[in-house]
DNA sequence: TTGTACGCGTTATCAT
DNA sequence: ATGATAACGCGTACAA
């Protein structure tokens, strides 16, 4: 494969003259520029970014770090995370770790063998065990979505205790006293908060809080189907149901549908997170939703200033406050910001 | 950083030995590992991937381009490449071209810059322009989902002429003569091909062909949503209409819903590629879903086993059946294979 | 403005 | 089973 070294000489001057060119750095005279250009064009060269990294030590590349890429929520983040990269000329770099810790620990150290600038990371578990090897190798570090106990570092994440309260609120307005909350687990803390403003909602409204109405399970689809079956059963039936994410709720929306019941004339189901096409196919679903893109843009910015900086930076936490999106009937729609 | 030559110098050994430890490679001496492997781990040594890859030649990375990571169908894909690439210890690298050209080619140019060992690509347009320059620095190549004109090179994709044909038949049958077709651009073959077959199925029924209910337009939810606007506009009004993606058929339910016509009661909607967690949420699409993860899977393996040859291979092409998902009512669901 | 010498961290090759 | 040497392709530091 063509390298440095034959554009040079097909231009007549030294490899470092070109890299000056193909790096638009130092000066070089118009004209060598132009013969240079030439060369590389008619050699077809495109530069090694693996030399080039290697050396300037650099890959100009970040990772992102989440949980599910078909999940739409996430998605959005990545796409904020990568249009605010890409605008500072960095690559990103997207793992799934299924909310498997294991899988994130794999990656974590494939990412430092790829030598990346800097991370962006839904952490699966609040254990900050994991982490403690980006530290070690100074790798900076954004927390996404979710935080982790003791570990320092920049933190980027949604108002999950406001919001929740918000749309518990929703439903007491309604009239709904059974309220059943489907979480997600211990260990993830966006989980606890949304449990917390839950819980927060009801004493202030001195509704009693029943834990038989509380589950915890993950935030993925089959978990919300299956808690929402078992609550079903539970008597007296609850009037309405917490989804604390947006996966847990299709789920639910799955059970209820097998069961027979309508949304919302049986039963109210409102969850954290938006929907995704929610506006376009299910009409009826309250929903707190995240500003996800702002989120994502603004993790990789906060990164990437750390990246810039020449000396350490204090850590920073920017919390978004969500939208609560309030869907009764067709073409009937209410925003209110927290 | 800590290198291969620091865990040499402790381990005792000369760096090469330490090569062989970390890459399972050649022979080494059980005790010897061992002491490299202290050596490892009391430094914390973790290999440089950029200059294993510089010296090897071998990044073990494919890269897949496609055009929405919002969209299920693609990020379904996605998964099926990435387990079937890290199952062979390969790392891919997702890139979004959102339907445009010019990111295409940017991306194409930066994966040329990385070395990636191969790629998986969802063309933007069936103009091979900016895949010759794959051609040229040998990298191997997979098409999915979509051809390109005159392009020589592995293909996999959906019977979409079958499929868009077998949808078209359902709704002849449900006694639908005035069907609209929503599909993408002609620079697109899927589109194209669904288009084939949607006209196939009425020229088979004898159903004359009108060009005023034909719409073409971009695969993205707007496009969906305008043209069915327009198409609600034509006098008679189409009773049925066929989306040629997931995503114009969310616009399209978008824009039924504003007018106040409800499915399938007022006018009925079917679509190409599965709507994201539609059997909870929307359990009245009929629709044509594609093996979107063993598409992928099918896309990955093809491409590594070419990485994997040490002679050239033939070009090969597979087309993967679609499936019929009939959803009339809850709980009342018909699977059909093609 | 341009060039020389060297090193980034690793592995291929050949030798022992 | 282990090692010495060179090379992968490029950019830094310094010199001219």
Same mark, same amino acid.
């Given at each position: ?7 040079? *000489?097909?231009?007549?001057? /030294? ?15 118009? /004209? ?16 090694? $970014? ?19 890429? %078909?999940?739409?929520?996430? %998605? ?36 430092? !063998? ?21 530290? =070690?190798? !100074? ?28 749309? $518990? ?29 839950? =819980?927060? /909602?009801?004493? *202030? ?46 789920? /639910? ?82 925003? $209110?910001?927290?």
């Amino acid at each position: 494969m063509v390298n440095i070294k034959d554009v040079a *000489k097909l231009a007549g001057v /030294a490899p470092i003259t070109v890299s000056r060119v193909i790096n638009h750095s130092g000066s070089v005279n118009p /004209a060598t520029r132009e013969r240079v250009q030439r060369a590389i064009n008619e050699l077809h060269y495109v530069p090694n $970014t693996l030399a080039q990294s290697l050396r300037s030590k650099q890959t100009h590349t970040i990772a992102l770090l989440l949980s599910d890429i %078909t999940n739409p929520f996430w %998605t959005t983040i990545a796409r904020g995370v990568e249009d605010a990269a890409a605008e500072k000329g960095f690559h990103t770099i997207l793992c799934n770790t299924d909310e498997d810790p294991e899988k994130e620990a794999t990656y974590l150290n494939l990412l430092l !063998q790829r030598r990346v600038d800097g991370i962006v990371i839904a952490p699966t578990t609040n254990d900050k065990l994991r982490l403690t090897a980006l530290k =070690r190798h !100074q790798l900076p570090c954004v927390l996404i979505d979710r935080r982790v106990d003791g570990f320092k570092s920049d933190v980027v994440c949604g108002d999950n205790r406001g919001g929740a309260e918000l749309l $518990t609120e929703h439903l007491i307005r309604l009239g709904h006293r059974q309220i059943a909350l489907v979480s997600g687990p211990h260990s993830i803390s966006s989980a606890e908060e949304r449990a917390e403003g839950y =819980r927060a /909602a009801l004493r *202030k409204h001195r509704i009693p809080i029943e834990e038989s109405l509380i589950f915890r399970g993950e935030f993925k689809q089959d978990s919300g189907y299956q808690l929402v079956k078992r609550l079903l059963e539970r008597d007296p039936r609850p009037t309405a149901i917490f989804a604390a994410n947006n996966l847990i709720a299709v789920g /639910a929306l799955q059970a209820l549908r097998e069961i027979g019941l309508r949304v919302p004339e049986d039963i109210a189901l409102v969850c954290f997170d938006d929907i995704p096409y929610a506006s376009a196919i299910e009409p009826f679903l309250t929903v707190v939703a995240q500003p996800a893109y702002e989120m994502g843009r603004t993790a990789a910015g906060l990164l990437m200033e750390r990246l810039a900086a020449t000396r350490n930076i204090r850590t920073r936490e920017v919390v978004l406050a969500p939208e609560l999106v309030v869907r009764q009937s067709c073409g009937q729609m209410h925003h $209110t910001t927290v």
